[in-house]
């Protein structure tokens, strides 16, 4: 805190005069005048008043926050099994441990059935890939065998039977030429010349039709029979591919499962101590305990390293500003002696608030420690952060200090008069505050001004300038404490 930060002061200095101001007055005075520096005046009106004497002196300003150890440096053991997963055994948090020992494991059942399940699916899909893969195969061969084999054997069937057709046309053709000319000679009817006529023209129709049914089969047929032999090629790989794909896909269930039945039993990764994550606190996870259920990576066991612990507290949003990575801290452990370690990391954004914390606004505060032994997460720590020291300063009870509309006063005793005075304020803790000026070494201060001080109960309670009914005059804009108080009783 510098010295022109007069608004973290007003912040501390309000609550506290207007609320606890008698009892840290009479708790400090009553102290302090049992250490000598707080003297009561004699024989004066304001002898009934307490004082404290200015003086020098060295000065803390500090936070304390209370924590718990925790390891930076945490094997994480998570859940590895798919879904919900109960658990039938866990170590108990703070047992050491081998390396290879078993330290939890999951119930098993449901994974069991899913095995024998998916293995009878993997088994049904493998065989219907290998009905589909002996079709695709089978296909395949259809083409050549049509293309090579039954194609050229009805085309060369269909060709003997155009050489026959013509054959038959020729020799058609030959007889009628030799009944013309018996005919002209006369040794035939030309009833028998029109016979042999019509076998000419019936014989010339056969040829066309063996050559257009040659043609068709060429140009239709062929392609037709190609294609439906493509197609079942198609169907068969396509079938084959799916059959064969789902029967993979459920080998790998089958297998991702039988893996999963492995993760089942956990076993430690190293030598070491085992914690649950409730021990540490570990961001609110549910307890780790037998007949719990757990979930696919879930943290369910910590094995911290005991050579990196920390103290993580929650410092309030008032003085986060204030803190820095390097202040030093002093931490108490319990049955041990104090240890003197460094603030070595300040969060950025806020913890979450939490139920029943009277959305109190806290950021995290990290405070590493040297290597101590015996050390376990989960311990109770106290921590104190030295926000700044000041030595050889002036001092005054925060409870002689109260903040007015034009800044912060006190009321000095000289001789038998009280003399308000402005004084300029430095940092401050919870006791005492640092004068900047206005104050000099062995002035007596009036404790607890709104006690004795008519003015300075005039002046806090209804401030100049905020009372529109506010008089020039100010014992007419505030009537005696007397008579205030007569007022109530009547």
């Not at 309030?316 to 049955?335: D, F, Y």
Request: proline fraction near 5%; charge should be negative; glycine fraction near 6%.
């Amino acid at each position: 805190m510098n010295e022109a930060s007069t608004e973290p002061t007003r912040s501390r200095l309000r609550p506290i005069l207007l609320v606890l101001l008698a009892v840290v007055c009479a708790a400090v005075g009553g102290t302090a005048y049992t250490q000598g520096y707080f003297t009561p005046a004699e024989e004066d009106p304001f002898a009934h008043a307490l004082t404290y004497k200015v003086i020098r002196s060295d000065m803390v300003i500090n936070v304390s926050e209370l924590g718990s150890l925790e390891s930076s440096n945490n094997t994480k053991i998570v859940c590895r099994v798919r879904g919900q997963n109960t658990i039938t055994s866990v170590v108990e948090s703070g047992t050491y441990v081998k390396k290879g020992d078993i330290v939890l494991t999951l119930d098993t059942l449901f994974i069991d059935e899913q095995i024998s399940e998916r293995s009878k699916y993997a088994h049904w899909s493998r065989a219907g890939a290998q009905h589909w893969l002996s079709r695709m195969t089978r296909a395949k061969l259809s083409i050549p065998e049509y293309l090579e084999g039954r194609y050229v054997a009805r085309q060369m069937e269909m060709e003997k039977d155009l050489a026959i057709a013509e054959s038959r046309l020729l020799t058609s053709q030959n007889i009628l030429a030799h009944k013309m000319m018996l005919q002209e000679r006369g040794y035939v009817s030309a009833l028998d010349v029109e016979q042999r006529e019509f076998n000419v023209t019936t014989s010339e129709l056969s040829v066309e039709n063996t050559k257009t049914r040659i043609e068709v089969y060429e140009k239709t047929s062929k392609a037709r029979e190609v294609a439906r032999l493509e197609g079942d090629l198609k169907i068969a790989k396509a079938q084959f591919g799916a059959n064969d794909e789902r029967a993979d896909a459920d080998a790998s269930r089958r297998d991702r499962a039988i893996t999963e039945r492995e993760y089942c039993t956990i076993r430690a990764p190293k030598d070491g101590l085992i914690i649950h994550p409730r021990a540490a606190d570990w961001k609110g996870a549910p307890d780790i305990t037998e007949g719990g259920t757990v979930n696919k990576e879930q943290v369910l066991l910590l094995m911290p390293d005991l050579d990196k612990m920390q103290v993580k507290v929650g410092v309030h949003e008032a003085v986060v500003s204030e803190m820095k990575v390097g202040l030093p801290t002093r931490i108490t452990l319990p049955n041990r002696e104090p240890v003197v370690a460094a603030v070595s990391h300040v969060a950025d954004i806020a913890r979450p608030v939490s139920l029943g914390s009277a959305d109190v606004v806290k950021y995290d505060v990290i405070v590493e420690l040297p290597p101590i032994a015996d050390l376990k997460p989960g311990m109770s720590a106290e921590i104190e952060i030295v926000l700044a020291e000041h030595k050889n300063v002036l001092v005054l009870p925060v409870a002689a200090v109260l903040e007015l509309n034009d800044g912060f006063h006190c009321w000095v005793k000289v001789g038998a008069n009280v003399v308000k005075r402005a004084i300029k304020l430095g940092d401050s803790n919870d006791i005492f505050i640092v004068i900047k000026d206005g104050l000099s070494e062995g002035e007596d201060v009036i404790l607890n001004p709104l006690a004795y001080i008519d003015e300075a109960q005039k002046e806090v309670l209804v401030p100049f300038g905020n009372n529109p009914n506010q008089k020039e005059n100010p014992d007419e804009a505030y009537p005696p404490i007397e008579s205030q108080a007569a007022d109530t009783d009547a």
